[in-house]
C-alpha cells in the first residue's frame, strides 16, 4: 500500500513540476499509475523513464505541461520492469521511445487517441526486451 501512495505522488509531483493541469485524463492516469504500481513499478525503475521523457520533450521542444505529454509520461511508467531489470540507461532509453512512438500511433488505430500509450509501451518493450536479452546481461547477472 506504501508502494502506491508513493508512485500517486510521484505523478502528482511530475505534473506539479512540469506545471501541468490537474484534469481529468491526467487524475485518471495517476489512479491507473498508482493501481498498477504493485505490479513491478517503484520510485527507483520509474524515475530513469520519466527522466527520458523529460528529455525527449525538452529535445523536439514539445510543450512539457500538455495534457498529452503528461499522459505519455505517466503511461510510460509502463516501461519501469525495464529499468528494474536492465538498468538506469535501458529506462531511459525506454522513455524516449516511447514518446517519440506514442503521438505518432493514431492513423493506425483510427484516431482512438485513448490507445496510443498502451500501444505504444507495448511497441516499445516487445522492440527492446529482445534486444537488451540477447545483447546485454540482466543486473541480476552481473553482480
Known amino acids: 500500500y506504501i508502494n502506491i501512495g508513493v508512485m500517486g505522488l510521484i505523478c502528482i509531483a511530475y505534473v506539479i513540476i512540469v506545471g501541468g493541469n490537474f484534469n481529468g485524463p491526467v487524475l485518471a492516469a495517476i489512479l491507473t499509475a498508482a493501481g498498477f504500481s504493485p505490479s513491478g513499478k517503484n520510485p527507483k525503475n520509474v524515475f530513469p523513464v520519466l527522466l527520458g521523457v523529460y528529455i525527449t520533450t525538452i529535445l523536439n ?6 495534457t498529452s505529454i503528461i499522459l505519455a509520461a505517466i503511461f510510460a511508467m509502463t ?3 525495464i529499468a528494474g531489470v536492465y538498468g538506469f540507461i535501458p529506462g531511459v532509453i525506454a522513455g524516449i521511445l516511447h514518446l517519440c512512438i506514442s503521438p505518432n500511433l493514431s492513423n493506425i488505430h483510427a484516431g482512438l487517441h485513448l490507445y496510443n500509450n498502451g500501444f505504444s509501451g507495448g511497441i516499445v518493450a516487445m522492440v527492446m526486451a529482445p534486444i537488451l536479452e540477447t545483447f546485454f546481461h540482466k543486473k541480476e547477472d552481473i553482480i
Request: aromatic residues 12%; proline residues 11%.
Open 61 to 66: 521542444s514539445f510543450d512539457v505541461a500538455s
Open 79 to 81: 516501461l519501469a520492469p
